[in-house]
């Protein structure tokens, strides 16, 4: 199978504006990210900036990158409310089809990275977003004459419905409308704190089914990395998924090793960039200066994970005389090798 897993940065904003702006993971002249399906995007949302209704093709989980935002969702097989508060360091899985709506309450900018898998491709790379209302939303679609049957309303007031909201996408709310501000169910349901594993003493945090069942739902789980400076991460490979991994913060060094031993990608990435690992690749990243951060989301909600290095490695794990023989070595250096594995 040929595969590009270049490091991609997102394209232009589709808008960007006084509300906030929202920007695709890629577009069709980026093969990498369309491979598998997978679609990555960013949203940042200013002060009283409104991401109005809409829903999308795309299995996502959220990151927030920065700041505080007021999000509603509403399932298509249940049609109630339910108002969340999501935080700097909280991942969250959006269903496909889940009508969401995000607002920022705050006195700072919001910033959430997209990351999933898609339902079906007729943009590769991004998601599409289907939104109720405004000039580009559903509601707009129809004619005047079903608008008037199916809400029981006058031609009047079926244009004021359709016509009054002006902005293509973002808004931006004004203080006279009371926007919600606090929740209405348990946020530990559908929001997932990474940033709290990160900080117990440990340099990344896995989500998945085993700690958040809600994934099972929609096939992802997700992972989050912070490298220091000039560190690396072990080389490792998933067995069942392929994986969409997004620099945060920071930047460094990708490589990425496929079939009879080839290096498919050997790249610098850098903040806002995204890059693909396919199924059984194995991926090592090594951080630069200013150290690294990465969101990665997997299309396996219960990833099965193979290291290629340290304690729990294969190479480990395999008997000194098998390393011998497959590396061509004296067993001193097997026994010095392994020692060094397990530093």
């Known amino acids: 199978m040929e595969s590009n897993s270049s490091p991609q940065t997102p ?9 906030g702006g929202f920007y695709p993971g890629t577009g069709p002249e980026s093969p990498a990210i369309p491979q598998g399906k997978l679609a990555a995007g960013k949203l940042v949302l200013h002060p009283r900036g409104f991401a109005p209704p809409h829903y999308s093709d795309t299995f996502n989980i959220g990151y927030v990158a920065q700041g505080t935002c007021t999000i509603g969702l509403i399932s298509p097989n249940d049609p109630r409310e339910k108002i969340l508060i999501i935080n700097k360091g909280d991942a969250i899985p959006i269903n496909a089809g889940t009508i969401s709506w995000w607002f920022n309450g705050g006195d700072s900018d919001f910033t959430i990275i997209f990351l999933g898998e898609r339902s079906q491709l007729p943009s590769p790379g991004q998601s599409d977003y289907f939104f109720l209302t405004g000039p580009s939303g559903v509601l707009a679609a129809f004619s005047p004459e079903f608008i008037t049957k ?13 016509n009054s909201q002006t902005s293509p996408l973002l808004v931006k709310v004004g203080k006279e409308i009371n ?18 594993l990160i900080s117990s003493g440990v340099n990344y945090a896995n989500m998945t089914a085993e700690n958040f069942p809600l994934l099972d739902k929609i096939g992802l789980s997700a992972s989050l990395v912070r490298l220091e ?11 069942n998924g392929s994986q969409i991994i997004y620099v945060v913060k920071g930047g460094g060094r990708v490589q990425i090793m496929g079939l009879s031993g080839t290096r498919v990608l050997d790249a610098d990435v850098q903040e806002d960039q995204a890059f693909v690992v396919p199924k059984l690749f194995v991926a090592t ?9 990465l969101i990665c989301v ?3 909600s219960r990833p099965i994970v193979g290291q290629l290095a340290g304690r729990e490695s294969a190479l480990n794990a395999l008997s000194s005389p ?7 070595v004296s067993p001193e250096f097997v026994e010095f090798f392994k020692s060094k594995i397990n530093l």
């Open 179 to 196: 926007m919600p501000s606090q929740p209405n169910c348990d946020p530990k349901e559908y929001i997932f704190d990474l940033d709290d």
């Open 298 to 300: 997997s299309t396996s």
């Open 11 to 19: 394209d232009a904003a589709v808008y960007d504006g006084d509300a």
């Open 322 to 328: 098998v390393l011998q023989a497959a590396l061509n």
């Open 229 to 239: 400076p000039n560190s690396v991460l072990n080389p490792s490979y998933s067995a």
């Open 150 to 162: 199916i809400f029981h309303l006058k031609e009047s007031e079926a244009n004021k419905l359709v």
């Open 285 to 293: 990243q090594l951080a630069g200066e200013h150290g690294m951060e």
